[in-house]
């Protein structure tokens, strides 16, 4: 079973900052996922990755396989990109297995 | 695009009663799987399951519950006699291989 830190748990900022939430996981892993969720409950997948770096819009994830260890960023921070993000990494068994979730890191973007 | 749903979006029951939370994965998928949040708290995963079989199940997926795929679309999950702790938001996901996809989940609150 994987055990997943998530940090910080929270975090305000201003518009336009720059923000990095930051992810460790103890078991090795064939791919991370980070999530978004907005009041009301529900869940956006934002990545999968398994190695290296990926880009969606403001959004940048990256890991490091070797350490275990994933960080999400957010450039030119925006109040719509207030939410709680999670990171999840699945167990050894791949597609079969699980999620284990972070406790998430909730984030407000102040105007 | 493609997407996991899930009816009913909240139900209400009273202690003792039985539930089914229905899911409709994405229709290509070939694992499936349940987490359930509590008001709170991180989500936690539940079952997953793969060619008609379960694959995995945490500790908390006891004899009180169970699932199905009933037909070639639905994934069910049935909650025998509900507790008040139960109450929570149950989330349904569907996979090819890692990526999961998540249903917009359904708040069960128990009485």
């Known amino acids: 079973k994987n055990e997943v830190e998530q940090s910080p748990q929270n975090l305000t900022a201003q518009e336009g900052e720059f923000i990095t939430i930051n992810c460790s996981y103890s078991?090795?892993?064939?791919?991370l996922h980070w999530l978004q969720q907005h009041p009301g409950g529900g869940i956006v997948s934002l990545f999968m990755?398994?190695?290296g770096k990926k880009k969606h819009g403001r959004l940048i994830a990256t890991i490091n396989i070797q350490e275990k260890h994933s960080s999400l960023h957010i450039t030119a921070s925006h109040p719509r990109d207030s939410a709680v993000y999670i990171c999840?990494?699945?167990?050894?068994?791949?597609?079969?297995?699980?999620?284990?979730f972070g406790k998430g890191t909730h984030l407000i973007i102040q105007p | 695009e493609p997407e996991v749903t899930q009816t009913p979006s909240h139900q209400v029951t009273q202690m003792g009663q039985e539930v089914i939370l229905r899911c409709v994965p994405i229709?290509?998928?070939?694992?499936f799987y349940w987490y359930r949040q509590i008001l709170g708290q991180k989500v936690e995963f539940l079952v997953s399951?793969?060619?008609?079989?379960?694959?995995?199940k945490s500790e908390i997926f006891d004899d009180q519950f169970s699932v199905e795929r009933p037909d070639g679309s639905n994934f069910t999950l049935k909650i025998r006699s509900t507790k008040l702790e139960d109450s929570a938001m149950y989330f349904c996901?569907?996979?090819?291989?890692?990526?999961?996809?998540f249903g917009p989940g359904t708040r069960l609150t128990v009485t």
């Open positions: 999840a990494a699945p167990g050894p068994g791949g597609g079969a297995d699980g999620l284990t």
């Open positions: 078991v090795g892993i064939s791919a």
């Open positions: 990755l398994s190695s």
């Open positions: 229709s290509n998928h070939l694992y």
């Open positions: 996901a569907s996979s090819v291989a890692y990526e999961q996809y």
């Open positions: 399951f793969y060619n008609n079989e379960i694959s995995e």
